[in-house]
């Protein structure tokens, strides 16, 4: 788009000017695109690559809510902010961890004092970069009792989330 300003001049021109300016933006305008399917080729190579014979369908995501009776009465409650959905590239450990943070942020003081400790293993989990990852989703309850209250973490992709 600068080669395009920087063509403006051109436009002082009359007609032939306009010509030559429509000429620069077809010209610029095929390089973006030729960049573009160079740099989509590429990523289909590595990613065709990564996950050998197998095709994924899905894109990157997680999910981190926290979940049970403290949450709503009942065990199926959940609270937690917008999923990460990046279907470009895993998500990074600084991105679960301020996805973890915003849905902690959404509890209560008495719902943060009970989930505390579920919270500090799921912070605890992303930064040491889980081996799998792929559909993968892991529980951290509250405490070994019979109790129903946790936060999750779900992950989803072709290959693990939570990359540096």
């Not at 390089?31 to 990564?50: E, F, G, H, K, M």
């Not at 989990?125 to 559909?135: D, F, Y």
């Amino acid at each position: 788009m600068a080669t395009m300003v920087a063509g403006a001049p051109l436009l002082a021109g009359g007609p032939p000017g306009w010509i030559a300016y429509a000429g620069l933006g077809v010209l610029t305008m095929s390089a973006l695109i030729l960049a573009r399917n160079s740099t989509n080729t590429a990523s289909q190579t590595s990613s065709s690559t990564r996950e050998g014979t197998q095709e994924c369908r899905r894109p990157w995501s997680v999910r981190v809510h926290a979940q049970g009776n403290i949450i709503g009465g009942h065990g199926r409650a959940t609270l937690g902010a917008p999923a990460i959905v990046k279907p470009p590239s895993p998500v990074t450990v600084p991105e679960g961890l301020t996805l973890s943070a915003s849905t902690y942020g959404m509890l209560t003081k008495r719902q943060k004092k009970r989930l505390s400790r579920a919270y500090e293993e799921a912070i605890k989990w992303i930064e040491e970069r889980p081996p799998s990852g792929m559909l993968e989703k892991k529980s951290f309850y509250v405490a070994r009792e019979e109790s129903n209250d946790r936060i999750d973490v779900d992950s989803f992709g072709c290959t693990p989330n939570f990359i540096s």
